[in-house]
């Protein structure tokens, strides 16, 4: 991993508690892939046995949710993280979603031959990658050409807009962005997808692009965002190390975050880029 930085090792680097396992678990095809279904849906009509791979799958509810939509494809999803393909495996089988399965493997090096997938997708996890465009490309390796697609999905960090605007919180948001800028995390991976796409050699003349939002306004999404947790165990911990924010600033943070959480008028929004790379 010499020539990687250390956010090629996400999981191994940032030790993320269970509630950020258990925020990335509440994606959903349906909350995160709107974009790519229509998509999905005519190239499955066409070839129902598609063959779909999901990169940096995580706790693999992105993964269990779009084996739903091809009952007669397969869904693989591959993660640096074993103990994440733990929970990911844990859920495919209380679901008894049969079409899916989940291995250890390298975004950079994928174990797979040319041309071997229909699909291949991605959320959020490029952005971890210190060398997007030679990820992008080991992705359109993999992927059938004539007629098959790389999906991406990152977020744009930085147009995050809260309600209540309380400072505080608003505060909070600039000093989590900047704890990630310290590790080299490119946090408006949104905007610059279609560019790291056309720098992985896919022509831009095949990439559709297009921007999606997160919204969090109902409780059970404001839990499932879950924003103390930027501010609790080890996140916290870096935070102090890097000299962003001091302990007091924290528990100041965290309360902004409980209040948010708990209030009825509370919402977030917050814009993604979005590819589909026909190959
Ligand atoms: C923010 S999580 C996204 C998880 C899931 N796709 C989602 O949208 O909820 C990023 C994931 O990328 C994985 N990851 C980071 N570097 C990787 C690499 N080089 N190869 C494969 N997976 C990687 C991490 O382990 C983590 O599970």
Request: aromatic residues 8%; hydrophobic residues 35%.
């Amino acid at each position: 991993m010499s020539d990687q930085h250390k956010q090629d090792d996400y999981y191994a680097g940032f030790k993320p508690s269970e509630a950020t396992k258990n925020a990335h678990g509440s994606r959903s095809a349906e909350n995160n892939c709107q974009y790519m279904l229509p998509t999905l849906l005519q190239m499955a009509a066409d070839k129902p046995n598609l063959r779909i791979l999901d990169v940096g799958c995580g706790p693999g509810s992105i993964t269990v949710s779009l084996a739903q939509y091809i009952p007669q494809g397969q869904i693989i999803g591959v993660d640096l993280s074993e103990t994440v393909l733990e929970k990911a495996n844990g859920l495919a089988r209380e679901q008894q979603v049969a079409n899916v399965s989940f291995q250890v493997a390298n975004a950079y090096e994928l174990p797979f031959e040319d041309g071997s997938c229909d699909i291949v997708h991605t959320s959020q996890a490029v952005v971890h990658l210190s060398e997007h465009s030679r990820a992008i490309r080991e992705f359109a390796r993999v992927t059938r050409k004539g007629g098959g697609v790389v999906c991406m999905r990152e977020a744009d960090t930085y147009t995050a807009a809260f309600y209540p605007r309380d400072p505080v919180l608003e505060d909070s948001w600039q000093r989590f962005i900047r704890v990630n800028e310290t590790m080299d995390i490119q946090w408006d991976g949104g905007r610059r997808l279609k560019d790291w796409t056309v720098q992985a050699g896919i022509p831009a003349a095949s990439i559709e692009f297009t921007a999606g939002s997160w919204c969090f306004h109902t409780l059970e999404q404001r839990r499932d965002f879950n924003g103390l947790r930027f501010w609790q165990g080890a996140s916290a911990d870096n935070a102090v190390e890097s000299g962003v924010a001091t302990r007091e600033e924290i528990q100041e943070f965290q309360s902004a975050w409980q209040s948010w959480t708990d209030g009825d008028d509370s919402l977030l929004m917050m814009l993604h880029g979005q590819v589909i790379a026909h190959l």
